[in-house]
T-cell receptor
């Protein structure tokens, strides 16, 4: 089956700095890679996604890159703000199943 | 904006009791899922459901678990005889599209199950 690994598990950045979270996947059949943000006690919510036929996607301060050859994808948050503090999960979809990474707890220090 | 809704938000039960968690997926969605998240850990896939049958299930989804879509709107997860290790947040999710066109997964607010 698919195995998604995510690093780092915790990340602290100063407000205004950039944050990068990296994920790798094992199954080349995975073709959709969403990123979810989960605030404490809340449901995971999609913040950005990328499909396997695209190498990069950007939405304001958030960008995702995908390297299919190396089987890794990354989330980039620029100009971080305190409200970006949350747990971020990457996922890879293979078939009908989404496989999640272990999560990164991001803290943005004002 | 349409949402996935789940009930109850929190359930406390005794070990060995049966529990039913209920979900109402977004109305035009065709793919339904249950995930669980043990406190502080990652979201884990339990089961996916399409066209009134299970399409995939994980090794967590053993004989103690079952899912059902009893009517056109509800999607339920039943745990027959709860164990302490079943304590977790259970998320229902739905998606408009499946493998042919990868679709966004919409999560409900979750049902927190505490087994004593």
């Amino acid at each position: 089956g698919e195995n998604v690994e995510q690093h780092p598990s915790t990340l602290s950045v100063q407000e205004g700095d950039s944050a990068v979270i990296k994920c790798t996947y094992s199954d080349s059949a995975s073709n959709y890679f969403p990123w979810y943000k989960q605030e404490l006690g809340k449901r995971p919510q999609l913040i950005i996604d990328i499909r396997s036929n695209v190498g990069e996607k950007k939405d304001q301060r958030i960008a995702v890159t995908l390297n299919k050859t190396a089987k890794h994808f990354s989330l980039h948050i620029t100009e971080t703000q305190p409200e970006d503090s949350a747990v971020y999960f990457c996922a890879a979809q293979r078939g009908d199943q989404f496989y999640f990474g272990t999560g990164t707890s991001l803290t943005v220090i004002p | 904006e349409p949402e996935v809704t789940q009930t109850p938000s929190h359930q406390v039960t005794q070990m060995g009791q049966e529990v039913i968690l209920r979900c109402v997926p977004i109305s035009n969605h065709l793919y339904f899922y249950w995930y669980r998240q043990i406190l502080g850990q990652k979201v884990e896939f339990l089961v996916s459901f399409y066209n009134n049958e299970i399409s995939e299930k994980s090794e967590i989804f053993d004989d103690q678990f079952s899912v059902e879509r009893p009517d056109g709107s509800n999607f339920t997860l039943k745990i027959r005889s709860t164990k302490l290790e079943d304590s977790a947040m259970y998320f229902c999710a739905s998606s408009e599209a499946g493998t042919a066109n990868t679709g966004e997964l919409f999560f409900g607010e979750g049902s927190r199950l505490t087994v004593l």
